[in-house]
T-cell receptor
Framework: DGGITQSPKYLFRKEGQNVTLSCEQN?????MYWYRQDPGQGLRLIYY???????QKGDIAEGYSVSREKKESFPLTVTSAQKNPTAFYLC?????????????FGEGSRLTVL | GEDVEQSLFLSVREGDSSVINCTYT??????LYWYKQEPGAGLQLLTY?????DMKQDQRLTVLLNKKDKHLSLRIADTQTGDSAIYFC???????????FGAGTILRVKS
């Protein structure tokens, strides 16, 4: 079945450690996105990529990094520079230039910093 | 600026209608969306409306758009317990080709 797979679903990390969240899609979508969700704040865009080997900062990119070496994959690294990393992270994809703007979301990864 | 606002919580009885409201800021938005998030899961697109429309109906869902006031609403008829979820309003920003989401409205349906 086509879809977006995020892993791991739950992740714990100690302060000062980097962690990488995986996002893979087999929908043949060009565009991929990372959002962060905090209670009462909705979704905030971290990074997005419209095409392989290219990506742009979203509204809250500080302390995060991404890569887009393959169309199917858009991993997010939460670095030690991110001051408040505990959150629910959502990956999404869409058809590039799709005029409906429909995003297909993964099931999310919950990161807890101990 | 980019800002989408929603009320945070709505409680209704099963069988009643639910109305979730949203205001947005970008008058150039061409599409506006409603997404649904069930507990511990990602978001799913419920419906969307093009900016030149005033209303769109899809089974139990009715979307109303007042472009002058930049106000969007989602009405769910005959609300069921399975409709309990968080509902997000989103606008499509032409600049950057991205979606800006509201904070989400928690809908609680009491049986």
């Amino acid at each position: 079945d086509g879809g977006i797979t995020q892993s791991p679903k739950y992740l714990f990390r100690k302060e000062g450690q980097n962690v990488t969240l995986s996002c893979e899609q087999n929908l043949n979508h060009d565009a991929m996105y990372w959002y962060r969700q905090d209670p009462g704040q909705g979704l905030r865009l971290i990074y997005y990529s419209q095409i392989v080997n290219d990506f742009q900062k979203g509204d809250i990119a500080e302390g995060y990094s991404v890569s887009r070496e393959k169309k199917e994959s858009f991993p997010l690294t939460v670095t030690s520079a991110q001051k408040n990393p505990t959150a629910f992270y959502l990956c999404a994809s869409s058809i590039k230039g799709g005029n409906t703007g429909e995003l297909f979301f993964g099931e999310g990864s919950r990161l807890t910093v101990l | 600026g980019e800002d989408v606002e929603q009320s945070l919580f709505l409680s209704v009885r099963e069988g009643d209608s639910s109305v979730i409201n949203c205001t947005y800021t970008d008058s150039s938005s061409t599409y506006l969306y409603w997404y649904k998030q069930e507990p511990g899961a990602g978001l799913q697109l419920l419906t969307y409306i093009f900016s030149n429309m005033d209303m769109k109906q899809d089974q139990r869902l009715t979307v109303l758009l007042n472009k002058k006031d930049k106000h969007l609403s989602l009405r769910i008829a005959d609300t069921q317990t399975g409709d309990s979820a968080i509902y997000f309003c989103a606008e499509h920003m032409e600049y950057g080709n991205k979606l800006v989401f509201g904070a989400g409205t928690i809908l609680r349906v009491k049986s």
